[in-house]
C-alpha cells in the first residue's frame, strides 16, 4: 500500500492508524473510525479503492467539501466524480454513463439522493466494493449536528448487505458512537478511535473586553495567512467583517442571511486564497477542507465542545503550528440560555443546558484546557504541562503577546528559505487560478516548505518531497524545479547536499 501512497498522494508514510485501518477495510469487513480533523480519515476509503476492482461510493453532507475532495483526488491522477443539486440533469447522466463503464473509483453523493427511487434503483446495477459515510455523526440524534437526511442510510446494509460500510467522524461522545453502529446496522465492526490530541493547535481563552481592539491586534501577525473568526449572530459576522475591511484586512462575512450565491462567492474566495479571513457563523466550515488555515477565533461563546473542537480542528489541517483563541463572557451564555429556554422539550432543555454547562467549565477552569477537551471524549491526557495552552505557558488573560504565535515552546519545524517559499506561494496560487481549483490542492504549504529547505534540482529529489506524487511531477513538477533552479542562480545559495527524510 506504501507505493499507491507515495506514486497517488506523494507521502512515504502513513499518519496514525491509518494503515491499520485501511488494512481492516481491505479485508471487507465493516469499519468505524473516530479520527480528530486533520487526522487523515479521507485517505482512509480513497487508497483502498485503488485496489478494489468496483465503485467506492462516498457519502458526504456539503457540495464544497465533495467538490474540493474530487478536484484532490483528479489532481492525484485518481478517477473521481460526484453527484448533487448543483449539476443539471445531463451532467448528471453524463457522469452515469461514465460510472457505467467503469471510468470512476470514486462516487461522492449528498445523502438526499438517496431518497429517490430511480437513484438507488441506479446503484444496483454498479459493483460497488466499498461504502463510506464521511461525517457519520450527524446520523445520531445525540450528536451535535444531527441531519434527518441521514437516517435515510439505514437501508444500505438491505440493499448492499455483502458491501463493507466505513463509517467516519471527527467528533463522537461514547454515546454517539453507539447510536451510529445501531443506526448503520454495521456487522461486528472493527472499531479505531484515534487520539483526539491536535499537538499542532494552541489552545487559548481570552476574556471578552475590548475585543475588535484585540483581533486587530492578532490579526497583523497573521498577514497572507488564512483565518476563521466565528460569531454569534449574522449582524456581529457583518459588523466585524466591514470593520476589518475598513482596517485594511482582506475580509468577508458568511451566514445564513446571505444569498447562496454570495456565500458560495465568498467561500470561493477563501479557499482559493483570494481574501485571507472569513468572519462567519457556525453555517460555515463543514464543508471547508483547506488544510493551512492558521488561525481561529471564536468572537461568540460556542454552545457545545462538540462543536467547538470540530470548529477549531479546521486549523492547522496540514500539522504546522496553528492558534485557536476563544472569547469569554457571561453575556454569550445568557444569550445561548434565552434560546434554549424557547424549546418546548424539557428533555432537550436539560440536554442543551448540559452541554452548555461543559463548555463554561472549560472556559473558567484554572487547569490544562488539553487534558480537560481530551477528558470529555473519553481520553486520558498523562502529561503535567502540554505546552499548548494558555492556562500551562501562564499567558496573560488581556495582553495580547508580541509573538506571532502564542505558544513560547520552541518549534520544530524546518528554517527553510522565506523568499523562496514567497515565490513558490505565488507559483502555486497561479497554477491553480489556471485549473480553477484551491492552492492547496497544488501542494500544501508544508510541501513547499520542505522545496524551500532542500531545493531539490531533479524530478528524484522532488518526488522525495512529501506531497509530491507522480501525477503532480508530471503535470506540473517542472514549472516548481524551474523556479527554485531561477532562485539558487540568482542567490547563489547552495542546496541542502544531504537529501534525504
Known amino acids: 500500500m506504501k507505493t499507491l501512497l507515495k506514486k497517488y498522494f506523494g507521502y512515504d ?5 491509518q494503515e491499520e485501518i485501511i488494512n481492516n477495510v481491505l479485508k471487507k469487513r465493516d469499519t468505524f473510525v473516530l ?22 461510493l462516498v457519502i458526504s453532507p456539503l457540495i464544497a467539501l465533495m467538490k474540493d475532495q474530487v478536484d484532490n483526488l483528479r489532481t492525484n491522477g485518481i478517477k473521481a466524480e460526484y453527484i448533487n443539486s448543483s449539476l443539471t440533469h445531463e451532467e448528471i447522466t453524463d457522469i452515469q454513463k461514465k460510472i457505467k463503464i467503469k471510468e470512476t473509483k470514486i462516487l461522492y453523493i449528498a445523502p438526499e439522493r438517496l431518497t429517490s427511487e430511480e437513484f438507488k434503483l441506479f446503484l444496483t446495477t ?30 444500505l446494509k438491505i440493499i448492499f448487505p455483502e458491501v463493507p460500510i466505513i463509517a467516519l467522524t471527527a467528533t463522537a461522545t461514547e454515546k454517539v458512537k453507539e447510536d451510529i453502529l445501531k443506526q448503520l446496522s454495521l456487522k461486528n465492526p472493527e472499531i479505531f478511535i484515534s487520539s483526539f490530541d491536535r499537538k499542532n493547535l494552541n489552545l487559548i481563552v481570552m476574556e471578552k473586553k475590548k475585543t475588535f481592539e484585540k483581533i486587530l491586534e492578532i490579526l497583523k501577525k497573521y498577514k497572507k495567512e488564512s483565518a476563521i473568526i466565528y460569531c454569534f449572530s449574522r449582524k456581529d459576522s457583518d459588523k466585524i467583517a466591514q470593520g476589518l475591511r475598513e482596517n485594511g484586512f482582506n475580509a468577508c462575512s458568511y451566514h445564513a442571511g446571505l444569498d447562496s450565491e454570495t456565500r458560495k462567492q465568498n467561500q470561493e474566495l477563501f479557499i482559493k486564497d483570494k481574501i485571507d479571513i472569513i468572519v ?9 477542507d483547506k488544510p ?8 461568540s461563546f460556542p454552545k457545545t465542545l462538540e462543536g467547538y473542537y470540530q470548529e477549531i480542528g479546521r486549523a492547522g ?6 492558534d485557536c483563541i476563544l472569547f469569554y463572557s457571561r453575556g454569550d451564555i445568557r444569550k445561548h440560555e434565552f434560546f434554549i429556554n424557547q424549546l418546548a422539550d424539557g428533555f432537550a432543555q436539560k440536554k442543551e443546558r448540559d452541554k452548555l454547562k461543559k463548555v463554561m467549565d472549560y472556559c473558567e477552569q484554572t487547569s490544562c484546557r488539553r487534558k480537560s477537551i481530551l477528558k470529555y471524549f473519553g481520553e486520558n491526557f498523562s502529561e503535567l504541562n502540554c505546552h499548548g495552552c494558555d492556562i500551562c505557558l501562564e499567558l496573560p488573560k ?17 528554517k527553510y528559505n522565506v523568499n523562496l517559499f514567497e515565490k513558490l506561494r505565488i507559483l502555486r496560487k497561479q497554477i491553480a487560478d489556471q485549473r480553477n481549483v484551491p492552492p492547496f490542492i497544488i501542494f500544501g504549504d508544508n510541501s513547499l516548505q520542505e522545496m524551500a529547505y532542500y531545493m531539490p534540482d531533479n524530478k528524484n529529489e522532488l518526488l522525495n518531497i512529501n506531497g509530491v506524487g ?3 511531477l508530471k503535470d506540473f513538477g517542472y514549472l516548481f524545479l524551474d523556479l527554485i533552479k531561477e532562485h539558487i542562480e540568482e542567490t547563489k545559495i547552495a542546496p541542502v547536499e544531504i537529501f534525504e527524510f
Not at 508514510?13 to 492508524?17: I, S
Not at 462567519?280 to 471547508?288: E, L, R
Not at 492558521?294 to 468572537?299: A, F, N, P, S, V
Request: glycine share 8%; charged share 25%.
Open 13 to 17: 508514510n502513513f499518519r496514525p492508524m
Open 35 to 56: 479520527m480528530p480533523t486533520g487526522g487523515g480519515k479521507s485517505l482512509c476509503y480513497q487508497l483502498p479503492t485503488l485496489k478494489f476492482e468496483g465503485i467506492t
Open 126 to 155: 454498479l459493483q460497488i466494493d466499498l461504502i463510506a459515510i464521511d461525517e457519520a455523526h450527524c446520523i445520531s440524534e445525540w450528536g451535535h449536528d444531527f441531519r434527518k437526511e441521514y437516517r435515510n442510510l439505514k437501508f
Open 280 to 288: 462567519a457563523t457556525i453555517a460555515f466550515g463543514m464543508g471547508i
Open 292 to 299: 493551512d488555515v492558521r488561525l481561529i477565533i471564536h468572537h
Open 317 to 322: 489541517r496540514d500539522g504546522l503550528q496553528s
Open 398 to 414: 488581556m495582553h495580547v503577546p508580541d509573538n506571532k504565535t502564542y505558544i513560547k515552546k520552541i518549534k520544530k519545524t524546518l
Open 470 to 472: 507522480e501525477q503532480k
